[in-house]
């Protein structure tokens, strides 16, 4: 009876050598010419020749690697040749779970030319497994080497994504640099200045889209990207609020790049989890950005009151910004309409419309006569701003404010570097701990009265480190808001018409206190956020 053989040969790599992408490589041509000079040495009939190229012998999937399996599963095999086990797979579960089990169950015996593996012989298997363990560690050695280099070239400030952020495209000149792209940039711009102006998620998603323009996974395929993305169901991608709020979040259009935000649970699964923010990195001022920081800020800091837009899709300006001064509830927005068919808007305290007795801060106050209070007393703020000995004293201000901010960042910063070090030394003695146990020298009792103490000073030294790293935020946003006031006021002279980013670039809050009959008056506080 003819004995039936499969022949396997696999490249991870690619070849340089290749003619043209469709061509095999040299590798490839070789280990055919060996496996098939072998086969007709020992008079087997080839029944298929399987080759996988550009795959890795640690991938889950390998489409001519599932082929082969299946027609050793069918009977369609008596023998599959490789060039060498590792070819087969670098993975030790691979390897046992076919060489040592599977193929004995199917009647189907594996031959590896290199290493000199035969299943049909019994020495072979030990030989089998210390050659799988070799190839997992060199898989776990490889893979380790990749991750350092990749963080530091993330440390160093380059992107190392498979894709450019919309917006950008990598430099011709270094792969790991972005430059901006001046067709998408303009999209981004646009959707910044549409939050600002009280636009929510959802229908700056729909004017984009009715006004044909591309979403990011569109415009990447128009522009002959390869971008592939596994959320995408339909045949076509459309802008969409998700899309809008992490564009308004990535801080990569202010020139800085965030990365590690996620890793793969181990080089052997690839399935993505997150990493805590004090692990991302970090690094500032990496590439030209789309938008200004005073923008930036202001967007932000909307974040931090962002409410739902009406059905006409676009925030009243003075929405979440108007409270009782009496109870502090936020007010709420009501229409009348008088007997000559007039309509007034008004704003009210909700503690009030939703009938509680709790609040005596009873009636509305309507918005226009608000907003004309607030444009007023604006234009009187940037009026005084503006008088040339307040103008002297708040830059000379500045410089001080900011050197002492600096100084307190810079000590915070000290901390954190002494108590990584601390948490470092931590984490080794807390190995020595398990090894000491595992060789006997501490018993379970000792072990976990010692492992106790130091994993709560490690959980209380962590608990400091992410309190320092709120600090410094809030120290970078302080310091960023000195040297951004002076801006807001000398872009203005005077204000002729309110709108959502005035009112956000000056005030916080506006609280509303009660109505005083008898002379038909009421308080009104400004929260400047200037």
């Known amino acids: 009876m003819r004995i039936r053989v499969g022949l396997y040969a696999r490249l991870s790599d690619e070849d340089r050598n290749k003619a043209k992408g469709s061509d095999e490589s040299e590798s490839i041509q070789n280990q055919k010419r060996m496996l098939l000079q072998y086969a007709l040495d020992q008079g087997w009939d080839v029944v298929d020749i399987y080759i996988d190229e550009d795959y890795s012998g640690a991938g889950v999937y390998r489409p001519s690697f ?163 993305c596994g959320l995408v169901t339909s045949s076509k991608s459309y802008w969409n609020r998700d899309t809008i709020a992490k564009i308004l979040k990535d801080e990569v259009y202010i020139g800085n790049l965030v990365q590690g935000k996620t890793r793969n649970l181990s080089y052997k699964n690839h399935k993505s989890i997150p990493v805590p923010k004090e692990d991302w990195i970090i690094v500032e001022k990496t590439h030209e950005p789309i938008i200004d920081m005073e923008t930036w800020l202001a967007v932000s800091h909307k974040f931090q009151g962002r409410v739902k837009p009406k059905s006409s899709g676009k925030i009243h300006f003075f929405s979440q910004k108007v409270y009782c001064a009496e109870c502090k509830k936020v007010f709420h927005h009501s229409v009348s309409k008088s007997g000559n068919g007039n309509v007034f808007h008004y704003l009210g305290c909700s503690t009030v419309k939703k009938g509680a007795p709790l609040c005596d801060n009873r009636f509305a106050i309507r918005m226009d006569y608000l907003e004309q209070f607030i444009l007023e007393e604006i234009n009187q703020y940037i009026k005084a701003y503006h008088d040339s000995e307040i103008l002297t004293n708040q830059f000379h201000n500045i410089d001080s ?130």
């Open 401 to 530: 404010s900011n050197s002492e901010v600096n100084k307190k960042i810079q000590a915070l910063r000290e901390e954190k570097k002494k108590i990584k070090n601390v948490l470092q030394k931590r984490n080794t003695y807390l190995k020595k701990l398990y090894e000491d146990r595992v060789e006997g020298f501490l018993d379970d009792e000792q072990f976990r009265s010692l492992s106790d103490d130091f994993s709560d000073e490690v959980s209380s030294l962590k608990t400091r480190v992410s309190l320092i790293d709120d600090e410094i935020e809030e120290l970078e946003r302080k310091k960023e808001h000195v040297v951004d006031r002076g801006k807001i006021f000398q872009k203005y002279s005077s204000i002729e018409k309110l709108d959502r980013k005035i009112l956000n670039e000056f005030i916080d809050r506006i609280y509303i206190g009660k109505l005083d009959k008898s002379i038909k008056e009421r308080e009104i506080i400004i929260e400047w956020s200037i």
């Open 66 to 228: 599932e082929r082969m399996i299946d027609d050793a599963r069918n009977g369609k095999l008596d023998v599959i040749l490789c060039k060498s086990q590792s070819r087969f797979s670098r993975d030790i579960e691979v390897t046992e779970r076919y060489l040592n089990n599977k193929f004995k169950e199917w009647n189907v015996r594996f031959v590896s030319l290199i290493d000199n593996i035969d299943t049909d012989r019994r020495e072979s298997k030990k030989s089998s497994q210390i050659l799988g363990l070799t190839n997992e560690w060199y898989l776990e050695d490889l893979s380790e080497n990749v991750r350092r280099t990749l963080r530091n070239k993330k440390e160093n400030g380059q992107f190392t994504g498979s894709f450019a952020p919309y917006g950008y495209v990598r430099s011709s000149e270094d792969k790991h640099k972005l430059v901006i792209d001046p067709i998408a940039s303009e999209t981004v711009k646009q959707i910044f200045d549409m939050y600002q102006k009280g636009y929510g998620y959802t229908s700056i998603a729909k004017y984009l889209n009715n006004k044909g323009v591309l979403s990011p996974y569109e415009y990447k395929k128009a522009s002959g990207s390869k971008f592939v």
